[in-house]
């Protein structure tokens, strides 16, 4: 039987599940044209209408990621194209990753890590003193999913949980704010979970880095789009905001240079969902949501 010609968007995110499981079901097709009804791409690369225009018989884009900002769903609806990603499967590894960060960021593990593989302990000796993150006040802004698997992991451990989201969500006990600046102003670490795209871009601006202040630490395990990345790198260069744990920035792979040196910066390069366990569930949902969609069955996980 024929393989279905089919348009993969190939990124550093992609796995061999991913990769060998599309080569041995689909005619892999490097560059759009007529005839291709379906596209796999990633988070990070998304697809834009310039290149769906370049794709007149597409039905079908899978992305492997829960993020689709980078996917122009407003030119997809418009043309009826399904589109599916990858919830669920990742949410505890992203969450696991955020309580990383919090923990390597107030316990100096990079640093002392450094110290110690450097030979410098002996002859610098001691460290200076980290920061206790038991009953530091945590605000989540974003309560989705991996939101709420964050503040359920947190919550055992911190001085309070709060969070903003659009709309305060049923059925939580945890405090709710009005706004990003109100949550900044009253915690002490501030955790981005929020979706990507035009809705968030830099709802994390320099007004609510400066509510979470010199005390004040951001963890950003979401999208570098956010946050107003510029204003965050302002306010750590000068000490008006204490520190910061990184998982995403606005233009990857660069990252500032500005932050590279700084010692109460953790930088991560998007590792949220990079576990052999995740990656290997997210491209088979994605595999799943290709046949079903050429079997004309239910779509696994449509958006
Ligand atoms: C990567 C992610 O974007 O799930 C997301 O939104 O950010 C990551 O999983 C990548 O697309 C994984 O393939």
């Known amino acids: 039987m024929t393989k279905p010609p089919l348009y993969y ?3 550093s995110f992609a796995v061999p599940r991913l990769t060998d499981g599309l080569k041995a079901t689909y005619d892999l097709r490097p560059e759009p044209g007529p005839g291709i ?3 796999a791409t990633h988070g990070s690369t ?10 007149p018989d597409l039905e079908m884009i899978a992305v492997s990621a829960v993020g689709v900002d980078k996917v122009d769903l407003a030119e997809a609806k418009r043309r009826g194209i399904h589109v599916t990603n990858t919830p669920d499967v990742l949410t505890d590894d992203v969450a696991d990753l955020a309580i990383g960060l919090m923990i390597a960021l107030y316990r100096n593990i990079p640093r002392d890590d450094a110290l110690v593989r450097s030979g410098r302990w002996a002859s610098e000796g001691m460290p200076t003193l980290s920061r206790r993150l038991t009953g530091q006040r945590i ?4 309560l989705g999913r991996i939101g709420q698997a ?16 659009r709309h305060p969500v049923a059925d939580v006990s945890w405090r709710y704010a009005e706004s990003a600046m109100v949550l900044a102003a009253s915690v002490d670490i501030l955790i981005v979970a929020t979706p990507g795209g035009p809705a968030t871009d830099k709802l994390v601006d320099a007004t609510v880095i400066d509510a979470l202040g010199p005390n004040g630490s951001l963890i950003n395990i979401a999208r570098g789009s956010v946050v107003d990345e510029d204003a965050l790198v302002a306010a750590l ?11 995403v920035f606005a233009h990857e792979p660069h990252v500032p240079a500005a932050l590279l040196p700084l ?9 949220g969902s990079a576990t052999v366990e995740t990656r290997d569930a997210m491209a088979q949902l994605v595999l799943d949501n290709l046949a079903a969609f050429f079997a004309g069955q239910p779509l696994l996980t449509p958006l």
């Open 37 to 39: 009804r379906a596209v």
């Open 46 to 55: 998304g697809i834009d209408a310039a290149t769906m225009a370049k794709l």
């Open 237 to 247: 260069v000068e000490g008006r905001l204490g520190g910061a744990g990184l998982d």
């Open 9 to 11: 968007i190939d990124s």
């Open 150 to 165: 964050i503040a359920k992991r947190a919550a055992p451990f911190a001085g309070e949980i709060a969070y903003h989201s």
């Open 263 to 271: 010692p109460n910066v953790v930088l991560l390069p998007h590792q």
């Open 139 to 142: 605000g989540i802004l974003g």
